[in-house]
């Protein structure tokens, strides 16, 4: 993307406006401190003093605004009939479209349209009916470019439906809900450009603190979006149907969607999950045994395939609760850990050991659950795979507390389990788990709130989106609830308690480095000096290894090569095959070993290896042979190097990272790793340091990492 395009992306064209307005309003300032010798609080009376003729689209407006005030001031006295309401409704209609919809009536429609009093006429005539439906539709489209309207129009729908009988006639209720759960307003610059100049005229006045953005567009998204997870929360009281159809429309497009899913999608939300998990909360209890079993089979297929860390999270928390309220589904986890295949799908079994402890720790489980759980948790625990074998020693642990607590003696007194459950605990990582195992903790009994739904610590799991809502919003719809609880208005109990405030949140990693989002280290950084107008790039081709050694010939740099032998055997697709041979070459390996040398006159292999296994000696080893090679190497003085994920690797790049001069560097199979009969040849482990989803990278690319570190650290120690 060029920098002009980039130039007029919507957000740097919204960033750039937002800036304008803030350096007009700064010119401004100066010229009335320049031309008046008031202080600057007066500022207030001089723009109060200007008058202007309003104009005709000003009159416009606020004649409809006095006929909404009427019509709501005739349905609070019941002097009108049905057919005279809904004149008067088409009268201000009418003049919204002319006018275009202007901000004033808009925001003071949906309570109007939506007003128990109108509703009620409505049930006697059915033209009225449909006028009131197409209104809410027309509303809801309206918020798509004016964010404003979302509060209003959320808070009005809630407090109809959960307060009258037969309202949801006038409401699409099932779309509404649906539409708002896939895609909410996004904020357009004329918003931002207001809701900035309102901050700036805060700040210029001590009179202006209440002329915000509430003053100017009511309350924020972030209370419309409260408004509508409160409303699913006690939808199933009233509209079981409706909550129903939500959770099977928002459901069935997760489970159709084509595999390998993409990580982010531009359809898929945080806001549709948690919709999800309040529907099943409702649902779920009432539900026969055969659309019981679908729906979990749904959402077991889509934590398969999910990878992004969030949706893990409450798919693992639906999933939990929907075990908890029918015990006799239990069983399906511990047949799941104990035919799932191990490298089939990593993630998925590791989430189920995850759900797997989350319901063992029920109240109801029973020690007889706990010890089928413990006895598929061992071998779990010597997987080969990282992944599998580091959350069965997470949650090992787990379990065996909960077992003490509970006084399971079959668990406690069985000399397997507590010698297990000791080592896990030695090991050096237990006691200082990184942060993802921090923010991924789910007791979905404790943790099953509100408050922990819309901004509980896992949002730190990765930054896709922020949370839309807080436990404040929720306080403050409560309080009106109150309000209107004294006229004899009560709303049926949410399924979910608001719960306490949620705990600090622990630091979030950022995208440079190891660093983390704290106030101690933010907008620290220092700006790289810039380059001289003059420096210009030019490309060249293979000329860095001259940085090595600049006096000798270049012959001799090329032959140079250091004392490092790359073991492949374990390898077997030629595209990487050859992309090691490649890289090896490049940071100057003296041999190189396959388990079949005829590899390099595979045309995959070529491909990729260009003419590297030219350079260097390439030499057949046997996969067999590997840890016998090892050992002996091991004796003749050089140290064994594994690329592996292992809880005693260290990481790539740190100060515990010191390879030696002579290495054998050992490059696991794409599937499996190393083996374990190997891993125990290796005198270090090595292991690359990650931020993103993906778990692994490709053999030829973790080794090219390495293969770098090594000749860097070399290189270093040559010129010192």
Known sequence: MSIDSMSRSPEAVQAGAVVQAAGHWSELQATLSDRCPQPLPNVQKLIATRHSEPSKRDTMESDAVEKCVRLRNHLEAGDITPAQAESM?????????????????????????????????????????????????????????????????????????????????????????????????????????????????????????????????????????????????????????????????????WAKQSTPPPTVSPWKSTLQLQVMLLCCEQSMPTLDASALLLVLRDFHYVLSIESL??????????????YLQHKHLRPRILSELLTKDHHSNPKYLASLMKVGVMVGKFDDSGADYGLKLASALVPLAASSKVIIRHEAQWQFPVLMDHAKAMHWDSITENPAFASLDDYIRSLERFDDPPLERQLDRLDPVEHHTLANLVEGRWFGLDSIEPSLCGRDDFVKLHRADLEASDNGNHLPASCMPLGDPVAVPLPIRTSQGDGVNTPANVGTSEKAPPKPAESRALQTKGAAYLASNQEASTDQQIRRRNDLIVVASLVDNPYNLGGLSRVSEIFGASELHLQNQNVTSNKDFTNVSVSSHLHFPILPLSASAVPGYLATQRDQGWTIVGIEQTDRSVLLGSADCKMPEQVVLVIGSEKEGIPALVLSECDMLVEIPQQGVTRSLNVQTAAGLVLFEYARQHRKAAAL
């Open 309 to 322: 860390p969030r949706y893990r999270y409450l798919l693992s928390w639906i999933i939990a609760r929907i």
């Open 89 to 253: 409704l088409e009268d201000i209609w009418s003049d919204l479209e002319y006018l275009e919809y202007p901000k004033a009536p808009l925001m003071i429609i949906p309570a109007l349209i939506l007003h128990a009093d109108l509703i009620f006429l409505a049930s006697a005539l059915e033209t009225l009916v449909e006028r009131v439906t197409s209104m809410v539709r027309k509303l809801q489209d309206l918020s798509e470019n004016r964010g404003y309207l979302l509060s209003p129009l959320v808070c009005a729908v809630r407090g109809l439906i959960l307060s009258s009988s037969g309202a949801d006639k006038c409401v699409p209720l099932e779309d509404f809900i649906i539409s708002y759960s896939e895609t909410l307003p996004k904020p357009t610059v004329d918003l931002q450009l207001e809701d900035a100049t309102a901050h700036l005229l805060q700040l210029a006045a001590p009179g202006l603190e209440n002329l915000g953005y509430e003053h100017y567009f009511g309350d924020r998204e972030a209370c419309g979006i409260a408004a509508l997870v409160d409303l699913v929360s006690r939808l199933g009281a009233y509209y079981p149907d409706v909550v129903k159809a939500v959770l099977d429309r928002l459901l069935q497009r």
